[in-house]
C-alpha cells in the first residue's frame, strides 16, 4: 500500500503560479500511474493531470498549456506546476496513485488552493 502526503497549496492572485507536490511512501511510485484530481465547493472531483511510468502526460483541457506534472522516481515524488492561475482553478487538490498491475486506489488528504481575482 501506497501513502500520499499533498503539500504546495495556498493563496495566490489571478495570473499567479504554485508548484503542488506529492510525497509517497510505503510503495515506490514507480509502479503507478500518478495523477491529480480537483475538487471545488458544491462540484464533483475532476481529473486534472495524469503521468505514466514512461512519462506520458494527458491533460484536462481546462489546465492544458497552463499546468505541467512531472514525476521523480527517485524522489517518489509526483509534483503539479501550475502557472496563469485563474479563479476557477479554486479547489482542493488530491493526489491519487494506480497500481500498472493489480488493483488499488490510492489518494492523499488534499491540499487547498484559493485564486482570487
Known amino acids: 500500500q501506497v501513502q500520499l502526503v499533498e503539500s504546495g497549496g495556498g493563496l495566490v492572485q489571478a495570473g499567479g503560479s504554485l508548484r503542488l507536490s506529492c510525497a509517497a511512501s510505503?510503495?515506490?511510485?514507480?509502479?503507478?500511474?500518478m495523477s491529480w484530481y480537483r475538487q471545488a465547493p458544491g462540484k464533483e472531483r475532476e481529473f486534472v493531470a495524469v503521468?505514466?511510468?514512461?512519462?506520458?502526460?494527458n491533460y484536462a483541457d481546462s489546465v492544458k498549456g497552463r499546468f505541467t506534472i512531472s514525476r521523480d522516481n527517485a524522489e517518489n515524488t509526483v509534483s503539479l506546476q501550475m502557472n496563469n492561475l485563474k479563479p476557477e482553478d479554486t479547489a482542493i487538490y488530491y493526489c491519487?496513485?494506480?497500481?500498472?498491475?493489480?488493483?488499488?486506489?490510492?489518494w492523499g488528504q488534499g491540499t487547498q488552493v484559493t485564486v482570487s481575482s
Open positions: 510505503g510503495r515506490t511510485i514507480s509502479n503507478y500511474k
Open positions: 503521468i505514466s511510468r514512461s512519462g506520458g502526460v
Open positions: 491519487n496513485a494506480r497500481p500498472f498491475v493489480g488493483n488499488g486506489d490510492y
